[in-house]
């Protein structure tokens, strides 16, 4: 994931950096370090011993490289095949070779092609031990979409069909993870007088925008219904979808103080999290001196609590949303600036 620093400075006792991201739903990862590993997904574990594999994951966009992970220590692997489909429906095969290897050991598959499943894994080896994880990065990932239902329909009969499906939303990308830093007294050339500790317990946000700046604080004011329909027509959605910024962020009634200044009866949903009910929060902010109608007038304020159980069952310190274009089969993107106000 490529970063790029756009300002460190004091603002209203509190230090805000600021990053560039685009938030788009490309997972291929960088490199097989153990960095790269920690936004991961395993696709399924194979036993050398027995040449049993057992699926655990399929991704819902293809990827060009993948990992191994040396669960169980192995004795070497010959003959090693994985094979799998692709995005597009087709079928590839990969053939690495898994040298003798510690636990811990990652090692990359760099002959995948826009891979999104894992149908089967074996080797020649009867005589080889040791257990080994698939694995791909997926920091920018999105759900797998399952097929609904299959039937073969006959003229003539009349069938009940029932169905549960999930669908996933083009409109929001997902962000959560853990913040860490200091505050400090710096002059233009970065020189600290004075530095002070600071960790997520102490509290924060971590503030998402378009704009390559956030306006002046005693101008960020809250949003409301009205602001949520402009939200749609901001980023040319349809209205009145059942994922829309209304039904998203539901309550009306939150609040946050971002440097000082308490916002009261915002937008903004307590339905994140995965622990206990509201553990990740979030609203949504405006530039007080705009109706609201433009992307660059709205602020995602995720607000930082320390240590909770993110959605996946990691402990993290933020999860918020973000709003993209409704055109990811076009591959649009959004540019966001994040922010973090340290309390």
């Known amino acids: 994931m490529k ?23 490309n997972p291929d990862p960088v490199g097989a370090t153990t960095s790269v590993q920690n936004n991961n997904v395993s696709l399924g574990a194979y036993s050398i011993a027995s040449d049993t594999y057992t699926h ?28 799998y489909t692709k995005e597009d429906g087709s079928t590839g095969t990969a053939t690495p070779n898994i040298p003798i290897s510690a636990i811990g050991t990652w090692i990359t598959v760099d002959t995948v092609t826009d891979l999104v499943n894992i149908t089967s894994v074996s080797d020649d080896n009867v005589s080889g031990v040791g257990v080994i994880d698939i694995v ?8 797998h979409q399952v097929v609904g239902g299959t039937d073969s329909a006959k003229g003539g009969f009349v069938t009940e069909i029932d169905f549960a499906a999930v669908a996933v939303t083009a ?10 830093g200091s505050i400090a007294l710096k002059d233009s050339q970065g020189n600290a007088m004075f530095t002070w500790d600071w960790n997520a317990a102490d509290g ?50 939150d609040d946050v103080t971002i440097a000082g200044v308490l916002v009261n009866n915002t937008n903004g949903t307590s339905r994140l999290g995965a622990g206990t009910a509201g553990d990740f929060t979030e609203v949504v902010l405006k530039n007080g001196a705009s109706a ?20 996946d069952g990691t402990i993290k310190d933020f999860e918020m949303l973000v709003a ?5 089969a076009a591959g649009d993107t959004e540019t966001y600036y ?6």
């Open 56 to 83: 655990s994951n399929a991704l819902g966009e293809g990827v060009n490289a993948i990992y191994i992970n040396v669960t169980t220590a192995t004795t070497g692997i010959t003959g090693l095949t994985i094979d």
């Open 204 to 253: 924060g946000e971590v503030i998402a925008t378009t704009n390559t700046s956030i306006p002046p604080w005693a101008l960020v004011n809250l949003t409301n219904a009205t602001d949520m329909t402009a939200m749609e027509t901001a980023w040319s959605w349809d209205a009145n979808t059942s994922d829309g910024p209304l039904i998203t962020f539901e309550n009306s009634t």
């Open 3 to 25: 970063m790029r620093i756009i300002g460190i400075g004091i603002v209203a006792v509190a230090l805000i950096l600021a990053i560039s991201m685009t938030a788009s739903a």
């Open 324 to 328: 993209t274009p409704d055109t990811v």
């Open 136 to 143: 791909a990065n997926v920091s920018r990932q999105k759900m």
């Open 171 to 180: 409109k929001w990308q997902g962000y959560y993870g853990n913040v860490s």
């Open 292 to 311: 609201g109608a433009a992307k660059n007038d709205f602020l995602f304020v995720g607000i930082i609590n320390a240590s909770k159980e993110a959605f």
């Open 338 to 343: 994040f922010y973090v106000e340290m309390t």
